[in-house]
């Protein structure tokens, strides 16, 4: 008898989270289904003017703890839409653990390719804690043309013990040479 009450009250809870969904907004869009690189290998460059970054998109929910960071300093007041940014990414995130897995970097590439081709975006980056050690995900397109929108997340575990994103940059990759790159000011 307690068996079937828990299963009605958990199917109940789970309809009752599909409707709260669909009226009151959708939950933001996970990650692309990425592949963690064992090694950032480098690859030719050779610039392809039918592959181009449009927009990038970059977003940090909380605050890696850092010994060099001054934990004394009053916060900004912030602009409306950095405000929804962050209660988009934390929507539905009801415990702490939840929030705690959802808080790091995102990354949202916008890109164009003129030609169909298969079309690997590779984002590398190096965090505050490993210094000059460089990690590497991978989305691979197998054949597409036209607009479209990858986006990585580096989250939870990995932006807590690692620490901040310092440097990145986000390579559009076909044939095995790089075609098209997006990187950051501190990317050497």
């Not at 003017?49 to 060099?68: H, Q």
Request: glycine residues 4%.
């Amino acid at each position: 008898m307690f068996l079937r009450a828990a299963i009605a009250t958990s199917a109940l809870c789970m309809s009752v989270a599909a409707t709260e969904a669909a009226v009151f907004g959708r939950e933001a869009p996970k990650a692309d289904e990425y592949r963690q690189l064992p090694e950032a290998r480098p690859l030719p460059v050779a610039p392809d003017p039918a592959f181009e970054f449009r927009k990038t998109k970059i977003f940090v929910l909380g605050d890696a703890p850092s010994s060099a960071r001054n934990t004394s300093r009053v916060e900004p007041a912030r602009e409306p839409s950095i405000t929804f940014e962050g209660a988009y990414r934390l929507y539905g995130a009801v415990t702490a653990l939840d929030q705690r897995r959802r808080h790091g970097h995102y990354f949202d590439f916008f890109w164009r390719a003129k030609r169909p081709a298969a079309v690997t975006v590779r984002l590398e980056y190096r965090q505050e804690r490993l210094r000059a050690f460089t990690q590497a995900r991978e989305v691979d397109y197998p054949n597409v043309r036209g607009n479209r929108r990858t986006s990585f997340a580096v989250l939870g575990d990995d932006f807590f013990t690692d620490g901040r994103i310092l440097a990145w940059r986000c390579l559009l990759i076909a044939n095995g040479k790089i075609v098209a790159e997006e990187r950051s000011y501190l990317w050497r």
